[in-house]
T-cell receptor
Framework: KNEVEQSPQNLTAQEGEFITINCSYS?????LHWLQQHPGGGIVSLFM???GKKKHGRLIATINIQEKHSSLHITASHPRDSAVYIC???????????FGEGTQLTVNP | ETGVTQTPRHLVMGMTNKKSLKCEQH?????MYWYKQSAKKPLELMFV???????ENNSVPSRFSPECPNSSHLFLHLHTLQPEDSALYLC?????????????FGNGTRLTVT
């Protein structure tokens, strides 16, 4: 069992819909990252958070440390949001990141 | 432009070849990383360099040999690879490896071993 679990694995939405991707983890962490990977392979860091909530444009990331859970929300989704979204955690006991398997999001026009 | 440049973007090599992957960053970062991404699997850390010193080797086979001549450049030398080594190899950098800071990734090298 992976220490970082994402759900759903695949998500298809219509343009304009509100989207939520979930990440649960089983270890103590010092930070959680949300990453976006487009079909070409390149990965972009969206958020790094250790508590509360962060917002950037149409993207919102929240984290609940007690429940070991984070969510990534996309408001007013657009086809260009189609990508793989990856959750990664940095354990308090070390320096390396542990990655989830990713959520493939497809937004149809 | 991601700030982290990887070359080549695609590489096909036979099992007896020797090739090298190159990564370059001009973000002023002191930590650089190699990750492997196989189909349907999470990213796997391979190596970490912090201030040019290797600080992590995640039990990577010796047919993968990293080199970090300075904080801006990172290489991955490949020799006698196996077909199961076919994957996307991603380079990343961050301010330092021991503190929480965002990772900046390159676009990756898609490696196929025949």
């Amino acid at each position: 069992k992976n220490e970082v679990e994402q759900s759903p694995q695949n998500l298809t939405a219509q343009e304009g819909e509100f989207i939520t991707i979930n990440c649960s983890y089983s270890v103590g962490i010092s930070a959680l990252h949300w990453l976006q990977q487009h079909p070409g392979g390149g990965i972009v860091s969206l958020f790094m958070l250790s508590s509360g909530k962060k917002k950037h444009g149409r993207l919102i990331a929240t984290i609940n440390i007690q429940e070991k859970h984070s969510s990534l929300h996309i408001t007013a989704s657009h086809p260009r949001d189609s990508a793989v979204y990856i959750c990664a955690v940095r354990e308090t006991s070390g320096s390396r990141l542990t990655f989830g398997e990713g959520t493939q999001l497809t937004v149809n026009p | 432009e991601t700030g982290v440049t990887q070359t080549p973007r695609h590489l096909v090599m036979g099992m007896t070849n020797k090739k090298s992957l190159k990564c370059e960053q001009h973000l002023g970062h002191n930590a650089m990383y190699w990750y492997k991404q196989s189909a349907k699997k999470p990213l796997e850390l391979m190596f970490v360099y912090n201030f040019k010193e290797q600080t992590e080797n995640n039990s990577v086979p010796s047919r993968f040999s990293p080199e970090c001549p300075n904080s801006s450049h990172l290489f991955l030398h490949l020799h006698t690879l196996q077909p199961e080594d076919s994957a996307l190899y991603l380079c990343a950098s961050s301010q330092e490896s021991y503190y929480n800071s965002p990772l900046h990734f390159g676009n990756g090298t898609r490696l196929t071993v025949t």
